[in-house]
């Protein structure tokens, strides 16, 4: 089997996301071809789509607020919760956070985290597994794009709203169906451009918020 690093590096080209060119991330150029790969090459040991090669619009979002208003995370423990190729955990880092936690069940994706840091000069500890139920001990919880069917958001909306209770929680969505409208205090929204092949447009308009908990 390929090393996980090699596939990582041999699969992507570091580039600038449109919102974030300070920040270098390994990504895909196109995304049939490493869709294939990952099913082809690796699908026999269970691993998920390559999410992490692509910098979707929420993590963008949440990485620009952040390097933008560094105030926000500085000194802060913050939690990238489905954490994709930590483009989002990065701007944290560079802003300032005391520590960042990178998290997703996917371990290549905790591979490119890895990969992305070491790039932009930051110590990032990555977390694998499924931690959905338990209760952080972060200052910041932050999450891109999670609603993105309606089973995940039943899934992680009533587990981050109790997350809320204890620490802030900020989740970018860019527009999706399954994405709650109410309880929910929005930061930041843009217009990320993206392409046809990930999404139904040239952009898609985002917005962060704050997840408020249940009353």
Request: hydrophobic content about 40%; aromatic content about 6%; proline content about 9%.
């Amino acid at each position: 089997m390929t090393d996980p690093a090699d596939f990582v590096t041999g699969s992507t080209i570091i580039e600038r996301p449109p919102l974030t060119p300070e920040i270098r991330v390994h990504l895909a150029t196109e995304i049939t071809p490493i869709w294939q790969a990952t099913e082809d090459h690796l699908a026999r040991v269970g691993v998920e789509p390559p999410f992490w090669a692509f910098a979707w619009p929420g993590s963008q979002v949440l990485a620009r607020y952040v390097l933008d208003h560094p105030e926000t995370v500085h000194g802060r423990r913050v939690l990238d919760f489905a954490c994709g190729n930590g483009l989002a955990g990065i701007a944290c880092a560079i802003a300032g956070a005391a520590h960042v936690c990178a998290n997703d069940i996917d371990s290549l994706a905790l591979v490119a985290t890895r990969l992305n840091a070491a790039l932009n000069d930051v110590d990032i500890e990555t977390r694998p597994g499924d931690i959905v139920g338990l209760q952080p001990d972060y200052d910041l919880l932050i999450c891109g794009d999670v609603c993105y069917n309606q089973p995940m958001a039943d899934l992680l909306l009533p587990w981050l709203r109790r997350c809320a209770a204890s620490c802030d929680v900020w989740m970018a969505d860019p527009g999706r169906p399954y994405a709650p409208r109410t309880g929910v205090a929005p930061l930041m929204t843009v217009d990320v451009p993206t392409t046809r092949e990930l999404e139904d447009g040239t952009s898609r308009t985002t917005t962060l918020y704050r997840l408020m908990p249940n009353a």
